[in-house]
């Protein structure tokens, strides 16, 4: 499932980031189970989804944003009516 240079690679990654050594095997546990959590985590999406997203974003905004409500203070507007 991984090759001894991604093994190796990945050591090196994480001494880097929390400053302990991983045996080989110790590595290879701990990769393979990252990247089985990723494979079940990440879904690509196509240009389809991903514009249908940012329109539905928008839309969201928008609504927000006439509605009188202040996202910086999580408060109504003081004049509005809402």
């Known amino acids: 499932m991984l090759s ?3 093994i190796a ?3 090196a990654l994480y001494k ?3 400053g302990e050594e991983l ?3 110790e590595a290879y546990d701990l990769g393979a ?3 089985r959590m990723v494979q079940l985590v990440y879904k690509p999406i196509t240009e ?3 514009q249908e ?3 539905r974003l928008k839309d969201r905004q928008n609504k927000i944003s006439n509605s009188g409500y202040d996202t910086n203070t999580l408060s109504y507007q003081q ?3 809402n």
Do not use: P, V
């Open 4 to 6: 001894d240079e991604k």
């Open 9 to 11: 690679k990945f050591q």
């Open 16 to 18: 880097k980031h929390f």
């Open 23 to 25: 045996s080989k095997e």
């Open 33 to 35: 189970k990252l990247l």
């Open 48 to 50: 389809k989804e991903y």
């Open 53 to 55: 997203w940012q329109n």
């Open 79 to 81: 004049g509005n009516d």
